[in-house]
């Protein structure tokens, strides 16, 4: 349990923190080379890659033993200045992938924001449709109250009653006391 704690500390602080200062140190410097910034994208591009690769298939790696200190120090590969791992990993494993992949992807991609809109469509549809019926119900619900209370005031301007006000039956019943 502490052993789980701590690698998620050293993924949070060398996987994503140290990095993103490095990446931010190296956008701000005056002179900022392009090997430098491909560097830093391909480093990004790797993780978004690990991320979701890892949240589809972590039930079935996680159980494995020092999994999370074999992520520590595959997350330090990528990044450390003596490895730079990461133009490798990009170069050999990624990039031909998503080179035999990209038509597929692009179509997948193009085929979920397609699906999307339609829910939200949809979605909104329904919504809007569902909105009216709930406007017009308190519509009604208003114009009802305003002619009970229209006709409440009618009865109490009524001049056949004293005061304004019919007597309850209560009233009535009561002998009047001298």
């Not at 809109?117 to 569902?130: E, L, P, S, T």
């Amino acid at each position: 349990m502490l052993g789980d704690f701590i690698n998620r500390i050293l993924v949070l602080v060398l996987g994503y923190a140290y990095p993103a200062f490095e990446c931010f140190k190296t956008v701000e410097k005056n002179k900022v080379g392009i090997g430098e910034l491909r560097f830093w994208c391909q480093y990004w591009i790797l993780m978004a890659f690990l991320i979701v690769f890892e949240w589809t298939g972590e039930v079935f790696i996680s159980w494995l033993p020092m999994y999370g200190e074999m992520k520590v120090g595959m997350l330090v590969y990528l990044w450390y200045p003596k490895t730079k791992g990461t133009g490798y990993v990009y170069d050999t494993l990624l990039r031909p992938f998503m080179a035999r992949h990209e038509t597929e992807v692009d179509r997948k991609i193009q085929e979920i924001k397609a699906r999307i809109w339609d829910f939200i469509f949809k979605y909104c549809q329904h919504f809007a449709v569902m909105g009216q019926g709930k406007f017009f119900e308190m519509l009604q619900y208003m114009a009802n109250q305003s002619l009970k209370f229209k006709q409440a005031n009618q009865k109490s301007d009524d001049p056949s009653t004293p005061n304004g006000h019919r007597d309850s039956p209560r009233m009535r019943s009561r002998p009047v006391q001298t």
